[in-house]
Nanobody
Framework: QVQLVESGGGLVQAGGSLRLSCAASGRTFSSYAMGWFRQAPGKEREFVAAISGSGGSTFYADSVKGRFTISRDNAKNTVYLQMNSLKPEDTAVYYC??????????????????????WGQGTQVTVSS
């Protein structure tokens, strides 16, 4: 069992940056793959990025590739999402997700919200034009 708490959301102008954090409980953080998803009003929850337990493998949605960076600090039980060159279409509630092991990171699996077992409460990111 793992509990996730996101922070770092807020209001930023287009072109600006934000860094989201997700703090996890538990002693086996490194055994979990971690992901970030987002959900805009009236839309389905969509995959943003994911990272393996060791941090050695990362994956991104095409819409954020080159602008967002996912990373983790296993000593601090925390995963980060650095978001640069933000656009109004990045406005959404951002959620942190966790799943034990690495199978979740397979192609076609990592992008499916229902395949991830643990979720945070979300943090709002609003990008003004």
């Amino acid at each position: 069992q793992v509990q996730l708490v996101e922070s770092g959301g807020g209001l930023v102008q287009a072109g600006g940056s934000l860094r989201l954090s997700c703090a996890a409980s538990g002693r086996t953080f490194s055994s979990y793959a971690m992901g970030w998803f987002r959900q805009a009003p009236g839309k389905e929850r969509e995959f943003v990025a994911a990272i393996s337990g060791s941090g050695g493998s990362t994956f991104y949605a095409d819409s954020v590739k080159g602008r967002f960076t996912i990373s983790r600090d296993n000593a601090k039980n925390t995963v980060y999402l650095q978001m640069n060159s933000l656009k109004p279409e990045d406005t959404a509630v951002y959620y942190c997700a966790a799943e034990v092991g690495s199978v979740i990171l397979s192609v076609g699996t990592r992008t499916s919200p229902h395949r991830w077992s643990y979720w945070g409460q979300g943090t709002q990111v609003t990008v003004s034009s």
